[in-house]
């Protein structure tokens, strides 16, 4: 009896199910979702081919650091990489004297250790880097995680700092709702295709190389999108390296274990 009865609510649930997705279809086929400006004029973030794509993947330094530039130069006034300490950057080849001189520019708030009260002082090797204060409207978002936050990642970095454009008549002909406000600024690549951000990299030669490279918009986009890659994950290169020696070991064991199996069996198959 019990049994029966399981299988009647089994029937029952499934019998459900199958409504409810045939229902949902029919709907979706009868009443289909109305358009919207995102979904007819946003487009997917542009392929960007880094030294850090694949699992052979790794860190391009002199990228890493052209791109900690434009962080610096462009980006920093109010983007923070708060989950990044100033000695990680000798990661990126940076010597200890170059470190300590890049966090001297910092004004770090801390404890004073003596009287307990907290002060300003220049920053430290071992600070991270200070949150951004920012007076305007909201706070613009942490940029540590900003890869693995956003879909499409270095890809998605990159073709919004190379995105923005002239909104197309087209777009306000079928979406009026959809016109770029004033103070806003068009960019397909956005979720919903205007934002408060002007174009942080707007000319070329915004930012000055040390090792000569020609500073473009897109290659000034290229290099930070690469470097936002590093902060979010310093350890990928790591991780590939770890994850290929797994791999190596689990395809010597797995051709160890069947030679075995072979040579174990193979009088008892021949009988």
């Not at 019998?15 to 949902?24: D, H, I, V, W, Y």
């Not at 797995?254 to 009988?271: D, F, P, V």
């Given at each position: ?56 993947g790794k860190f391009d ?189 689990l395809i010597f064991a ?18």
């Open positions: 009896m019990i049994r029966i009865i399981s299988l009647a609510v089994g029937a029952f649930f499934s019998l459900a199910l199958l409504f409810a997705f045939g229902t949902g279809a029919y709907n979706y086929v009868t009443e289909p979702p109305a358009k919207t400006a995102e979904k007819v004029y946003g487009k997917h973030p542009k392929h960007l081919d880094l030294a850090s794509n694949g699992i052979f330094e002199a990228q890493l650091q052209r791109g900690f530039a434009v962080y610096q130069n462009v980006c920093a006034s109010c983007h923070s990489i708060s989950r990044v300490a100033y000695r990680d950057l000798g990661k990126l080849g940076y010597n200890e004297a170059e470190v300590k001189a890049i966090a001297a520019k910092a004004t770090i708030t801390a404890k004073d250790p003596l009287t307990g009260e907290m002060k300003d002082r220049p920053g430290l090797p071992a600070d991270k880097f200070p949150p951004v204060v920012y007076a305007g409207k909201g706070t613009p978002p942490d940029l540590s995680l900003i890869t693995k936050a956003r879909h499409g990642g270095a890809a998605y970095v990159y073709s919004l700092l190379t995105g923005y454009e002239n909104q197309p008549a087209e777009v306000v002909k079928h979406f009026p709702d959809a016109k770029t406000p004033d103070g806003m600024f068009y960019n397909p690549y956005f979720a919903s295709l205007n934002l408060a951000m002007p174009p942080p990299i707007s000319s070329d030669g915004q930012v000055t190389y040390s090792d000569g490279t020609v500073a473009t918009k897109d290659q000034m986009a290229q290099d930070v999108a690469a470097f936002l890659v590093w902060t979010a994950e310093p350890e990928l290169e790591q991780r590939h390296q770890t994850g290929l020696w797994w791999i190596g070991f797995t051709t160890l274990a069947y030679m075995s199996y072979r040579n174990i069996w193979a009088e008892k198959k021949g009988h």
